[in-house]
């Protein structure tokens, strides 16, 4: 935290300000950073969120494979793998 209490200033025989007196709070992000924040979240999220709902649409396609030509279990197998390793990545909301 900076305290100025009191402040005058002149120059040039002006005074400029006179008995000014303010407080600056460290630990405080300007408004700009917190929405740099956000938006990174939202990409984050809506990355993970496109990269899952391909997983699902993939998984779908293999079990429909599966239920007409009885194969793609390993497909199935490696896609169900890569879908638990992208939800352990999930963004957290800040």
């Known amino acids: 935290m900076l305290q100025i209490n009191n402040l005058s200033l002149g120059f040039g025989g002006h005074e400029l ?4 007196s303010f407080t600056i709070h460290s630990g405080k992000k300007p408004k700009k950073e917190k929405k740099s924040n956000k938006k990174k979240t939202e990409t984050a999220e809506a990355e993970y969120d496109k990269k899952f709902k391909a997983l699902h649409a993939k ?3 293999v079990e429909k494979k599966i239920d007409e030509e009885n194969v793609g279990y390993e497909e199935l197998e490696t896609l169900v793998t890569e879908l638990d390793v992208l939800e352990k990545t999930r963004p957290s909301i800040l």
């Not at 300000?17 to 000014?20: G, Q, R």
């Open 17 to 20: 300000l006179d008995d000014v």
């Open 59 to 61: 998984i779908a396609a």
